[in-house]
């Protein structure tokens, strides 16, 4: 039997004018275009935050507790203690990112290979689909006090909390992918052809089921920085001194009634980046959309 192929140059050739196509409709979209310039601006502030920060994150100023937004040299106020709210926040969504970012990489770098294997090995996938049970049956808060206690409260054990939590999403969309992609006419010519489950894993399935797991990806960040929020303000994250946006709730809490700007600041900015995730991942899946070709 002879299986025909596609010339590389024509997929290359397509698959540059594919990128054109998403990038065409991510740029007609203002909401992906306020959103990405967003996230552009604060991963800039985030990795350039040691060096922008007006102070240290630990110098504190007793003349100057409770100082409001707009004090001379503390243009988003001071807290209790006369540190910089702004140098906080600032060094605060540094290390919020970078628990998202962990987070989301251990879910993608465990999830990822078990979804494909439960959605191409139907002897795996039996398997995979209770371990994935197993995984949603223990509560994220319930799993990050474990953490916490075996190993004690720090950024990374905080990542590892939240990136375990998210595994069962991942398995599922990859798997639901797979399962899809595994149907289609390629596929079956690969196999017809001779290829190795593994090489059309690598070579037919994982590019095709990229685009969903990027999206996965997007919008699983949010939730990530929400997480991390919260088990910084239970006192299971980033601990103090260390600034995290999680930990400045829960001290400003005390003083919400004195300094409500403590409190406000910081929470603004986790909803912000939520919100600027959420946005940007709906507006990539829609440009993604192979569906939207038609309309």
Same mark, same amino acid.
């Given at each position: 039997?002879?299986?025909?192929?596609?010339?590389?140059?024509?997929?290359?050739? !397509?698959?540059?004018?594919?990128?054109?196509?998403? +990038?065409?409709?991510?740029?007609?979209?203002?909401?992906?275009?306020?959103?990405?310039?967003?996230?552009?601006?604060?991963? +800039?502030?985030?990795?350039?935050?040691?060096?922008?920060?007006?102070?240290?994150?630990?110098?504190?100023?007793?003349?100057?507790?409770?100082?409001?937004?707009?004090?001379?040299?503390?243009?988003?106020?001071?807290?209790?203690?006369?540190?910089?709210?702004?140098? =906080?926040?600032?060094?605060?969504?540094?290390?919020?990112?970078?628990?998202?970012?962990?987070? &989301?990489?251990?879910?993608?770098?465990?999830?990822?290979?078990?979804?494909?294997?439960?959605?191409?090995? =139907?002897?795996?996938?039996?398997?995979?689909?209770?371990?994935?049970?197993?995984?949603?049956?223990?509560?994220?808060?319930?799993? /990050? &006090?474990?953490?916490?206690?075996?190993?004690?409260?720090?950024?990374?054990?905080?990542?590892?909390?939240?990136?375990?939590?998210?595994?069962?999403?991942?398995?599922?969309?990859?798997?639901?992918?797979?399962?899809?992609?595994?149907?289609?006419?390629? &596929?079956?010519?690969?196999?017809?052809?001779?290829?190795?489950?593994?090489?059309?894993?690598? =070579?037919?399935?994982?590019?095709?089921?990229?685009? &969903?797991?990027?999206?996965?990806?997007?919008? !699983?960040?949010?939730?990530?920085?929400?997480?991390?929020?919260?088990?910084?303000?239970?006192?299971?994250?980033?601990?103090?001194?260390?600034?995290?946006?999680?930990?400045?709730? !829960?001290?400003?809490?005390?003083?919400?009634?004195?300094?409500?700007?403590? !409190?406000?600041?910081?929470?603004?900015?986790?909803?912000?980046?939520?919100?600027?995730?959420?946005?940007?991942?709906? /507006?990539?899946?829609?440009?993604?959309?192979?569906?939207?070709?038609?309309?």
């Amino acid at each position: 039997m002879t299986v025909l192929s596609v010339p590389m140059a024509d997929t290359g050739t !397509a698959s540059v004018t594919r990128r054109t196509r998403i +990038l065409r409709r991510l740029r007609r979209n203002p909401l992906a275009v306020v959103s990405f310039v967003v996230l552009a601006l604060a991963a +800039l502030v985030a990795v350039l935050s040691p060096w922008l920060a007006p102070y240290a994150v630990e110098q504190t100023d007793f003349a100057h507790t409770f100082a409001p937004p707009g004090t001379p040299g503390h243009v988003l106020g001071t807290d209790d203690l006369g540190r910089d709210v702004l140098s =906080r926040i600032m060094l605060g969504a540094r290390a919020s990112l970078e628990v998202a970012i962990l987070a &989301v990489a251990t879910s993608l770098v465990v999830g990822v290979p078990l979804g494909l294997a439960a959605g191409y090995f =139907r002897a795996w996938d039996a398997v995979i689909s209770r371990f994935t049970d197993l995984l949603l049956a223990f509560p994220f808060l319930i799993m /990050a &006090v474990g953490l916490a206690a075996i190993r004690g409260a720090s950024l990374t054990n905080a990542a590892v909390a939240v990136g375990i939590a998210q595994i069962p999403g991942v398995i599922r969309v990859v798997r639901s992918d797979t399962l899809r992609l595994k149907s289609l006419d390629f &596929v079956a010519a690969a196999v017809v052809d001779g290829a190795s489950d593994l090489w059309v894993l690598a =070579r037919h399935i994982l590019p095709n089921a990229t685009s &969903v797991i990027l999206v996965q990806a997007t919008v !699983a960040i949010p939730t990530a920085i929400l997480g991390e929020a919260v088990l910084s303000f239970l006192g299971l994250g980033i601990q103090p001194p260390a600034p995290s946006l999680g930990t400045m709730l !829960a001290t400003a809490q005390q003083f919400a009634a004195r300094a409500p700007w403590a !409190a406000v600041l910081p929470g603004v900015v986790i909803m912000g980046l939520a919100l600027a995730f959420n946005v940007f991942g709906d /507006a990539l899946r829609d440009a993604l959309d192979p569906k939207g070709d038609r309309r």
